[in-house]
């Protein structure tokens, strides 16, 4: 089993719609959790962080946290074409900073 | 979050030759990272790079292949000796970094090597 897993992509949304993005871990060490947006031929960018079970919302973007299913979730809501990405789930190791990546899930939002 | 510069952007190099990354980062930090995303991939870890000591590598990844430098707290190296096409790919360096009360990483702008 990978350590972080993702839902398999790509994902496809019409503009204004909500785009949900799954990652489930398996190290139950883990204490925080990350998404990142990585357009194409740029580097991944941090867009959340949580670490408490249940919600966090920054603008149009909802993590949700589940630690005793191992789950934790990207919703973007009222997407856009400029959210059109791949969104890349990383979870701490719990040593060092260190930070493992699942396989990404790409998003394109049709206008 | 920190702001970090590599050089170069991108590369084309030959076989057999090596290539080096230099990463750059406006402030002093003590944890950098170094890392693979082949084609279509995720990121993969290659090495952690701390000031005063030698680098640590992952399962897969050595010295002789991947030799880091850190001889500071704002700048690192990481080359790609004997290249093969294999090694086409983009390599990312990454500080650690704080998000809300939440240890993390930022990623520098990456750079793309091609093999031929």
């Known amino acids: 089993q990978k350590e972080v897993e993702q839902n398999s992509g790509p994902l496809s949304v019409p503009e204004g719609a909500i785009a949900s993005l799954n990652c489930t871990y398996s190290?139950?060490?883990?204490?925080?959790f990350f998404w990142y947006r990585q357009y194409s031929g740029k580097s991944p960018e941090l867009i959340m962080s949580?670490?408490?079970?249940g919600d966090k919302e920054d603008g149009r973007f909802t993590a949700q946290l589940n630690k005793a299913s191992q789950y934790v979730s990207l919703l973007i809501r009222d997407s856009q074409p400029s959210d059109s990405a791949t969104y890349l789930c990383a979870v701490n190791r719990g040593v060092d900073y260190k930070l493992s990546f699942g396989a990404g899930t790409t998003v394109t939002v049709r206008a | 979050s920190a702001v970090i510069s590599q050089k170069p952007s991108r590369d084309i190099c030959q076989r057999g030759t090596s290539l080096t990354i230099q990463c750059q980062v406006d402030?002093?930090?003590?944890?950098m990272f170094w890392y693979r995303q082949q084609p279509g991939q995720s990121l993969t870890l290659i090495a952690t790079a701390n000031q005063g000591s030698e680098a640590t590598y992952e399962s897969g990844f050595v010295i002789d292949k991947f030799p880091i430098s850190r001889p500071n707290l704002t700048f690192s190296t990481l080359t790609v000796s004997n290249l093969s096409p294999e090694d086409s790919s983009i390599y990312l360096c990454?500080?650690?970094?704080?998000?809300?009360?939440?240890?993390?990483?930022?990623f520098g702008p990456g750079t793309r090597l091609t093999v031929l």
């Open positions: 949580i670490y408490s079970n």
């Open positions: 190290d139950r060490v883990s204490q925080s």
């Open positions: 990454s500080v650690e970094g704080t998000s809300g009360s939440t240890d993390t990483q930022y």
């Open positions: 402030s002093q930090v003590t944890m």
